[in-house]
Structures are given as structure tokens and as C-alpha cells.
């Protein structure tokens, strides 16, 4: 619905018309600016975390961000639904921009995941928030416009974050990869500020709903428990060799079990219909991001690559994940849903198995570059199908859950998976064995990607069970 501070127009106007111009501007700029933030701290962590001496927390430093964005998620749409997305969105903003600062001013690993998980608070809120703020003030007709343009916000970083963030840290420092984003934040929420003025004004509704407590404690739960996967590694008890194990395996089993009321019902069992469109969205997500913040990192320490270069690898990845998601736009029904999920998942795993020989043969640096187009190439054709499927096979009365719940698969299954891969890099006497490693668990969930794949047809609607 429209907001009633906006003049009235007709549905002629778009996106980038009066009134919605400047809103239009500033939304797509907060986007960008969290897009351009998440891709350009992986081409520069490898150099962070040498400076810092902080390679035991630099999976932490990605895992974390996604865990803490959980909480955010769920905390600023519950916040929303009672009083209106203006309030959400000043705090999720400050939250990110509190966790800039703190990253950017950094001398020690640990302060700098600190600010990271600060950053993921405010960015998770930030994405919920501005969601809400596009259904109160667009009119139903230009909403495939402004989400397309949002979409459009997340690959121009794509293609140029990696690259400038490297110029940056070489030119600069990479503090300024952080710092430099601060002075941008302000003047994208600034655009904003006139059409939020007066929304959230009390609704006909007399009882806004009810803070939704148990909700916010699964995520906290999940996320303290991707956390302390994090730290599992770090943990020694005298006369228990295996402590570390058993208290990684714990984590696991609570963040599964978190998880559960946070997504459709059979979800982790993949049931066919939704539920496996949800847990192909999770396993995807979690085998690509788990191998591609490592792929800068095996270009930095093995093969001598600067960090300009070595972002150029992930922008290739980019490059073919936006051709690939405009090529199965343009083919529509012609391929259908699940041909184009399995397609994408087995590239996946054909590119993180390249990725894997590359680190354990030693083969040419280009093999795993190459190799990586056709990771790009899998996300762009299963992650748009998966958001039509997910839609397709909601209704109106779990639109919003069924959204919330594949978010949130998306940020679990990358910190989890970037969480174990951080324990394994670890294990592991040296670098080259690390890298093997790394990229050989990715390689196994993305294994079971391609497994669960053909089940996202077949079923109805799940209907989500909320505890």
C-alpha cells in the first residue's frame, strides 16, 4: 500500500519518477553500499588477516556477520509489523554503520569481528527493513521495478567491489575499504528520510501484534550457536583430545535445531515441494560462499596474486552469475524450475571440484579462476528459480514466513558452512592441506545440493510451523 504522505499519482509513474525518485535513489544506494561492503571485505581479509596475525578467526569474520543478520531479519520484521519500518531502519543503519567504525578503526582480529558482527546486526535489519518500506510506499504495480533495481544494486558490486576494494587497500589501507563506506551510508538514508516522515503513524489496527519473543530467541540461539562452532577450534580441555569435536558437533545439532521453527516444516528432512526448495536454497548457498571466500585467499598465499587480481576471480563469478540469471529470465517456461535447479547446483559442484584440484595438484591458477564462471553460472540459473518457487508455492498467508525462512537459509547455511570450513583450515598442518581441505567439504555439500535438487517439485504448499 502506498503511503498517504506521497501525493497521489497515477500508476504511469515510475520508479525513477516523481514521487519515487529520490526514495528510489537512496534505497538502491543502501543496497548497493551493503552489497559493495560484503564482496569487497572477502578480497581483503586474506591481507587483514596476515596483518593482524588473525587466520585462527577468518572464517569467523564471514560466518559471524551471517549469523548475527539472522537476528536482525527476524527482530526488524517482528519491529515492523507493530510500528512501522522507520524506527527499523534508522537502527539497522546505525547498527551497520556502528560496525564500519569499529572494523575499520580495528588494530586486533578480535575487535574487527566484533565490528563485523555489529555490521551483520544492522545489515540483516537493513534488508528487512527497506523491504517493508517498498510495500508502504510503492504501489503494487511498480514493485518488479524496484526489485529489480535492487537486484541490479547487488551485481554492480559485483563486477567492480572486488577490484576497487584491492585498488583501495594497495592505494590506501584496508581500513578505508571499511571507513570509506561510512561517509556514503548517510547521504543514501538522508533520501529517504521525507517519505518516511509520518508512516508510521498508528494503523486503523488498535493492537499492533505481539512481539514475536520466541522467534528472536531460535535466531539468537542458532546464531550463538554458529558463533561457538567458530570457537570450537580454539577450545582445549586437559585430558579431552576431542573436546574440540564434541563441542563443534554441539554446535551444529543446536543450530539445526534453532532452525527449525524458522523454517517450513520438513525442511531438514527434504521433503519434496517447498521444504527442498528452501534446503537446495541453504546447501547452495552454504557450498558456493564456503569455497569462494577462500578462492582470494588460495590466489593471495599460493600463488603470490596482489589483492586487485585476486578479487578479478570473484568478479568473473559475478560476471557469469548475472548473464547466467538474465539468460534463464529470458528462456522462462521453456526451462522449467527444476531442470534449471539441477543444472545450476551440478555447476557448483563441477567448479569447487576444479577449485579442490587446482589447491591439491597444484594445477595452473587459471583452472580454478576459469573453474569459477561455472559457480557463477549455477547460482545465477538455481537462486532466481528457487525465489519463484518459494512464492509459487506460498499463500497469502505464509508469503511472509516462507520469504523470511529462505533469507534465513541463505545466511545460516553460509555461516555455518564458512564456520566448519574455518575448523578445518585449521586442522591441517599446512596451507596447501588447509586449502584441500576447505574446498573438499564444500565440494560435499555441494554433493548434497545436487542430491536434494530433484526434490523442489512434486508438492504443494508447506505450511509452516512456527514454535
Known amino acids: 500500500m502506498r503511503d498517504s504522505t506521497l501525493p497521489s499519482t497515477g500508476i504511469t509513474a515510475g520508479i525513477l519518477q516523481r514521487p519515487y525518485l529520490w526514495v528510489t535513489i537512496g534505497a538502491c544506494s543502501l543496497v548497493f553500499l551493503a552489497a559493495f561492503e560484503s564482496l569487497a571485505v572477502t578480497t581483503i581479509m586474506p591481507v587483514v588477516s596476515r596483518e ?34 522507520t524506527v527499523p531502519l534508522y537502527a539497522s543503519v546505525a547498527l551497520f554503520v556502528l560496525g564500519l567504525i569499529i572494523a575499520g578503526t580495528a588494530v586486533s582480529m578480535p575487535v574487527l569481528v566484533t565490528g563485523r558482527l555489529v555490521q551483520g546486526l544492522g545489515g540483516g535489519a ?3 527493513s527497506l523491504y517493508v518500506v517498498v510495500a508502504r510506499v510503492y504501489p503494487a504495480v511498480l514493485h518488479p521495478g524496484i526489485f529489480a533495481a535492487f537486484s541490479a544494486a547487488w551485481v554492480v558490486p559485483s563486477l567492480v567491489g572486488p577490484f576497487a576494494a584491492g585498488i583501495v587497500a594497495e592505494a590506501l589501507s584496508w581500513h578505508w575499504v571499511f571507513l570509506g563506506v561510512v561517509g556514503l551510508v548517510v547521504p543514501a538514508l538522508v533520501m ?11 494503523a486503523v ?30 577450545v582445549t580441555i586437559a585430558g579431552l583430545p576431542a573436546a574440540p569435536a564434541l563441542l563443534a558437533a554441539a554446535a551444529v545439532v543446536i543450530a539445526l535445531v534453532a532452525v527449525r521453527p524458522l523454517v517450513p516444516r520438513g525442511t531438514l528432512l527434504a521433503r519434496r515441494g517447498l521444504p527442498s526448495v528452501i534446503l537446495t536454497r541453504g546447501l547452495a548457498g552454504a557450498a558456493f560462499f564456503g569455497a569462494e571466500v577462500y578462492l582470494p585467499y588460495l590466489l593471495i598465499e599460493q600463488y603470490a596474486f596482489p589483492p586487485t587480481f585476486a578479487g578479478l576471480a570473484l568478479t568473473i563469478g559475478a560476471v557469469a552469475w548475472a548473464g547466467a540469471a538474465a539468460i534463464q529470465g529470458r528462456l522462462g517456461t521453456r526451462l522449467s524450475h527444476r531442470t534449471a535447479v539441477r543444472i545450476g547446483a551440478a555447476l557448483v559442484l563441477v567448479a569447487i571440484v576444479l577449485t579442490l584440484a587446482t589447491a591439491a595438484l597444484h594445477w595452473p591458477a587459471a583452472v580454478a579462476i576459469i573453474g569459477w564462471t561455472f559457480a557463477g553460472a549455477g547460482m545465477g540459473l538455481l537462486y ?82 512456527v514454535q
Do not use: C, H
Open 52 to 85: 593482524l596475525d588473525g587466520a585462527g578467526l577468518y572464517a569467523l569474520a564471514f560466518a559471524g556477520p551471517l549469523a548475527t543478520g539472522v537476528i536482525g531479519m527476524v527482530a526488524a520484521g517482528n519491529w515492523s509489523d507493530r510500528r512501522g519500518p
Open 192 to 202: 529517504i528520510v521525507p517519505v518516511l516522515r509520518g508512516m508510521d503513524r498508528p
Open 205 to 234: 489496527q488498535a493492537t499492533p501484534p505481539p512481539w514475536s519473543v520466541g522467534r528472536i530467541a531460535w535466531a539468537a540461539l542458532a546464531a550463538l550457536a554458529v558463533l561457538g562452532l567458530n570457537l570450537s577450534a580454539e
Open 126 to 128: 537493513l534488508t528487512v
Open 384 to 465: 532466481p528459480r528457487l525465489s519463484v518457487m518459494t512464492l509459487a508455492l506460498s499463500t497469502k498467508e505464509n508469503e511472509g514466513f516462507n520469504s523470511s525462512a529462505m533469507s534465513i537459509a541463505d545466511s545460516l547455511g553460509g555461516a555455518l558452512a564458512l564456520a566448519t570450513t574455518g575448523i578445518v583450515f585449521a586442522a591441517f598442518a599446512t596451507t596447501a592441506e588447509s586449502f584441500a581441505g576447505v574446498f573438499a567439504l564444500a565440494a560435499v555439500v555441494a554433493v548434497a545440493a545436487v542430491a536434494v535438487s530433484p526434490r523442489v517439485s512434486g508438492s504443494r504448499a508447506a505450511v509452516p510451523r
